[in-house]
């Protein structure tokens, strides 16, 4: 038990689709943040939420939208995505004042499978 | 220069080996190092945080140099469970600048 859950596991979607990922953590943390992984890449960030207010989003493509209503969920909505869209995409959490001294608490991940 | 660079590996040794990984970062600014290990499949997970004096937790040491502006991490007496990807994440000024290195992929053999 993570203490940040997201669903589904794993998703396999067509590039006309349009679907959710979904983020919730029950840890209190004042932070949430998007982070894609792709084989023998470094996680690169997509988006962080502070206390429900997005704060950088490091250039994402609009196909990818975040929503954040309140400190506990975050979603991803997805749609006419690129077969190179396909990566792990893991939620993660923080206290949000200054540097995150206790590091992230992942999520377990969706595997995203777009064809 | 990457920002994070970490050799990929992988690191074969055996059981009872003490192994130790390098990470280096090319900002002198960064605040804030953490190791944070991966399983095959699985989300990462802090390992542990690197202070300035180094650091220790059971089998596990690691280590900063400002100066040539690396950490280390080192494992001694290897078990089969350590086996894993061990990713070294450098944190500037906030946590928007959090970078992540590609990990170095740890194989522990009987």
């Known amino acids: 038990e993570t203490g940040v859950t997201q669903t589904p596991r794993h998703l396999v979607m067509g590039m006309t689709n349009k679907k959710s990922l979904k983020c919730e953590q029950h840890l209190g943390h004042n932070a949430m943040y998007w982070y894609k992984q792709s084989a023998k890449k470094p996680l690169e960030l997509m988006f962080v939420y502070s206390l429900e207010e997005r704060v950088e989003n490091n250039s994402v493509p609009s196909r990818f939208s975040p929503e954040c209503p309140n400190s506990s969920h975050l979603f991803l909505h997805l749609h006419t995505l690129q077969p190179e869209d396909s990566a792990l995409y893991l939620c993660a959490s923080s206290q949000s004042s200054g540097a995150p001294s206790y590091g992230y608490t992942f999520g377990s991940g969706t595997r995203l499978t777009v064809v | 220069r990457k920002e994070v660079e970490q050799d990929p590996g992988p690191f074969n040794v055996p059981e009872g080996a003490t192994v130790a990984f390098n990470c280096t970062y090319s900002n002198s600014a960064s605040q804030s190092f953490f190791w944070y290990r991966q399983d095959c499949r699985k989300e990462p997970k802090l390992l542990m945080s690197?202070?300035?004096s180094g650091n220790e937790d059971g089998r596990f040491t690691a280590q900063l140099n400002r100066a040539s502006q690396y950490i280390s991490l080192l494992i001694r007496d290897s078990k089969l469970s350590d086996s894993a990807t061990y990713l070294c994440?450098?944190?500037?000024?906030?946590?928007?600048?959090?970078?992540f290195g590609t990990g170095t992929k740890l194989q522990v053999i009987p």
């Open positions: 690197v202070y300035s």
């Open positions: 994440v450098v944190n500037e000024v906030g946590y928007q600048k959090v970078t």
